[in-house]
Nanobody
Framework: QVQLVESGGGLVQAGGSLRLSCAAS????????MGWFRQAPGKEREFVAA????????YYADSVKDRFTISRDNAKNTVYLRMNSLKPEDTCVYYC????????????????WGQGTQVTVSS
């Protein structure tokens, strides 16, 4: 079992940057692929980025490609999402998720979820 806790959200002006962190419990974090999703009020949760268990393969939604970077530090049981050039439309609750297999771009492909962290981008 994996427990996930996100942090690093907040209020930032358009064009600014934030780095989200997701700390995982358990000794098998390095066995899990990780994903970031986000959800705006009244909208469905959407895929943002994913990384494989070794950190050697990543995948991004088109809407964040070239602005966001996902990375992980298995020694610290943590996955990160660096967000640059933020836009008001990036305002969402951001969730990290874990799966003990190949990463997925859909919610159903993940077994464990964090509680989310709010990111608000002002114009």
């Amino acid at each position: 079992q994996v427990q996930l806790v996100e942090s690093g959200g907040g209020l930032v002006q358009a064009g600014g940057s934030l780095r989200l962190s997701c700390a995982a419990s358990g000794r098998t974090f390095s066995s899990y692929s990780m994903g970031w999703f986000r959800q705006a009020p009244g909208k469905e949760r959407e895929f943002v980025a994913a990384i494989n268990w070794r950190g050697t393969s990543t995948y991004y939604a088109d809407s964040v490609k070239d602005r966001f970077t996902i990375s992980r530090d298995n020694a610290k049981n943590t996955v990160y999402l660096r967000m640059n050039s933020l836009k008001p439309e990036d305002t969402c609750v951001y969730y990290c998720a874990a799966v003990r297999q190949v990463f997925s771009t859909v919610e159903a492909g993940y077994d464990y979820w964090g509680q989310g962290t709010q990111v608000t981008v002002s114009s």
